[in-house]
């Protein structure tokens, strides 16, 4: 069991969890902004779109305010799939023999990643929002970007202790 006094030490598990969450939602965030340009959008409609998927479509005209929800939302996500990483890791031994493999974070990433996309497009959102998904470029697109921009932080920070 980890002491209280061992939980924000770097290395830490609530440390690993809480860097990885934030560096992912950082990254993937900067991806969707900026991918929300592409598709005659703006950050501020993305992040009331993850808010929308909560409080509904209204959401959509709530402004700052629920686009900071959004935001809010989207590092809670980011959070708690570091944190499903980090349990998979502690208790997968070949899962870490993997990571810790030449190019193991990215192989990790490859499969995690687009993971991640499938459960929450496919199953989270569709849940939340009453409708399923639909199977435009841009899905795609989220697909294959969370490899670099969600899976590759998450086991690259997780993974991080116990590598050379």
Not at 12 to 34: E, H, K, N, Y
Request: hydrophobic share 50%; proline share 9%.
């Amino acid at each position: 069991m980890t002491s209280p006094q061992a939980v924000g030490r770097p290395g830490s598990a609530l440390s690993r969890i809480l860097l990885a969450g934030l560096l992912t939602g950082i990254v993937d965030g900067l991806f969707a902004s900026i991918q929300s340009f592409f598709y005659q959008s703006n950050p501020e409609r993305v992040f009331q779109g993850v808010a929308s998927t909560l409080l509904g479509p209204s959401a959509l005209d709530g402004g700052a305010r629920t686009a900071a929800i959004g935001v809010l939302m989207h590092f809670g996500v980011a959070l708690g799939w570091s944190t499903v990483f980090l349990i998979l890791y502690e208790r997968w031994p070949r899962l870490r023999d993997l990571v810790r493999s030449p190019l193991g974070p990215l192989k990790v990433a490859s499969v995690y990643g687009p993971f991640i996309w499938l459960v929450m497009s496919l199953v989270v959102i569709p849940l939340l929002v009453h409708r399923p998904p639909i199977f435009r470029p841009r899905w795609w697109v989220q697909l294959i970007g969370h490899i670099p921009f969600v899976g590759l932080p998450i086991v690259s920070v997780i993974g991080r202790k116990g590598r050379p």
